[in-house]
């Protein structure tokens, strides 16, 4: 079925700016990278700064497959009993490196959940960004 503007649609596309809303509201997502021929996903906690998103990391595959691979793609979601979304930022990483851009992101308000040390920023800038509302609710019947 394909998403639309119906309020009363069991899926509708979200326009830009409430994707960006919905984005801020949460602060778990998952970056999708390719590494070797294969998919990688990491789940990784964010913030939205400045119309992008922000994620900190140590060394490893994360890190080195995200600013190595020319697009990454990012998805978050959430969801209540009633309904849920689900937001996709296909885009560029970036490693952040100047003095400037890293007193920046320390601006964010970005800490990492786990007790290791995340030395590194990423930013991701977005190239597309897509999202949809699901409405919660029975199987409709067949004819």
């Not at 021929?37 to 913030?47: H, Q, R």
């Amino acid at each position: 079925m394909d998403a639309t503007t119906a309020p009363d649609a069991p899926v509708t596309a979200l326009t830009e700016d409430e994707s960006w809303s919905l984005l801020a509201g949460v602060s778990l997502g998952r970056l999708v990278t390719t590494v070797g021929g294969w998919t990688e996903i990491f789940p990784v906690n964010f913030v939205v700064q400045h119309k992008t998103l922000l994620f900190r990391t140590a060394e490893g595959t994360k890190l080195l497959t995200a600013v190595l691979n020319e697009h990454v793609v990012f998805e978050a979601d959430d969801h209540d009993v009633r309904e849920g979304w689900s937001v996709v930022v296909r885009g560029t990483a970036q490693l952040l490196s100047t003095s400037a851009d890293i007193d920046d992101a320390h601006c964010a308000g970005l800490y990492p959940w786990v007790a290791t040390e995340k030395l590194r920023f990423v930013r991701i800038t977005p190239e597309t960004l897509t999202g949809r509302r699901f409405v919660f609710g029975p199987e409709p019947q067949t004819q």
